[in-house]
């Protein structure tokens, strides 16, 4: 046990455990919590009385208001010792840096040390602020996320035995791309086909406007509610990622964590997914309907090897994410912090 004492900053805590990036939270503490002291402190309990005592503050998905941000200063002239490490998601990139000038340079002599999931978001932030950050890929938990058996899984999820099922997981927004599913589907030659949406914290409109999107096209629609994806990545027989740009985390968790249950994924083609997936030999990657409708079509029609690809796709994340090789750069970074003076 490191002698640290961790404040982990997160804008939320606790189950529903069925948002990317509090997962990705609860990952990492779990990693921390090994090897350090570490308390979870949500929105609006980081005082400067509560934080005073800590020797690392990580802040991680948590609300920067002017509020906080002073908080955090003050507390540096309090405690000059104290380590701030930000763990920095794409969007704050699209967003703050771009456009709150004021922002940019106090959170430029707010944080000491940043922290980011890929490479293509080093290379970015770097750009950005002349300070290259720490790479520190995500913890995969894969001993829990591993292939469930498939009938019991849909039984439990009220799926038939004879339907071909695609599913969908995630939230509703402009960067996630449902209607390339939906003409996809439209167009694929099979009556048995139905299109699973899991739901995450969707706004009343986005969901109206996505139903009346849908019947556009008519397709077969379910939507199923469950805390443990891992029943569902096992009930599918393809899951879809039609994201153009990731919001909170990546590389994306329902990708790492559907491949972890050797269910085969089709993906938006960008920089990152491309960096995860192998078209054609651990998933699939595609820019249009009529791409992702071939996908499906030879998947039908078994022109596709299904079960080499689930294999090779829980092989990929065994090999990219191994929880040693993880959890190795977890404690390396942890000892560079201990002895690391603040910037």
């Not at 509703?172 to 099979?190: S, T």
């Not at 393809?238 to 790492?256: A, D, F, M, Q």
């Not at 030999?281 to 409708?293: C, K, V």
């Not at 929880?323 to 560079?336: C, G, H, R, S, V």
């Amino acid at each position: 046990m490191m002698d640290l004492r961790i404040a982990f900053l997160v804008e939320s805590w606790g189950e529903p455990w069925n948002e990317g990036y509090k997962n990705l939270a609860r990952y990492i503490y779990e990693i921390l919590k090994k090897h350090t002291s570490i308390e979870v402190l949500e929105k609006d309990r980081a005082s400067i009385s509560k934080l005073k005592d800590y020797d690392v503050i990580w802040i991680f998905n948590y609300p920067e208001t002017v509020k906080t941000i002073h908080n955090l200063l003050s507390l540096m002239r309090i405690n000059k010792k104290v380590k701030i490490i930000k763990e920095v998601a794409k969007r704050e990139l699209d967003l703050g840096f771009k456009s709150k000038v004021k922002t940019i340079m106090l959170r430029r002599r707010l944080w000491n040390i940043m922290v980011v999931t890929t490479d293509l978001l080093r290379l970015e932030l770097t750009r950005l602020t002349g300070k290259q950050p720490f790479l520190l890929p995500p913890p995969i938990p894969i001993d829990y996320f591993k292939p469930l058996d498939k009938d019991e899984a849909r039984a439990l999820l009220g799926f038939e035995e004879d339907k071909i099922y695609v599913g969908y997981s995630g939230t509703i927004n402009k960067h996630r791309k449902l209607g390339i599913i939906f003409e996809a589907l439209k167009n694929v030659k099979h009556e048995d086909i139905v299109l699973v949406m899991a739901l995450t914290n969707v706004q009343r409109k986005d969901l109206v406007s996505m139903l009346k999107e849908s019947r556009k096209f008519q397709i077969s629609l379910k939507f199923v509610k469950t805390n443990d994806v891992r029943t569902l990545f096992s009930a599918l027989d393809l899951v879809v990622y039609p994201v153009e740009r990731e919001g909170s985390v990546e590389p994306p968790l329902t990708v790492l964590e559907a491949m972890s249950c050797e269910t085969p994924v089709a993906a938006l083609r960008t920089p990152i997914t491309e960096k995860i997936i192998q078209n054609g030999r651990d998933g699939f990657l595609f820019s249009t309907p009529q791409e992702l409708r071939i996908i499906i079509e030879e998947m039908l029609q078994a022109m596709i090897n299904k079960d080499k690809i689930s294999v090779n796709a829980r092989r990929k994340i065994l090999e990219k994410f191994a929880p040693e090789n993880i959890e190795k750069a977890y404690l390396e970074f942890l000892e560079i912090l201990r002895n690391k003076e603040p910037c």
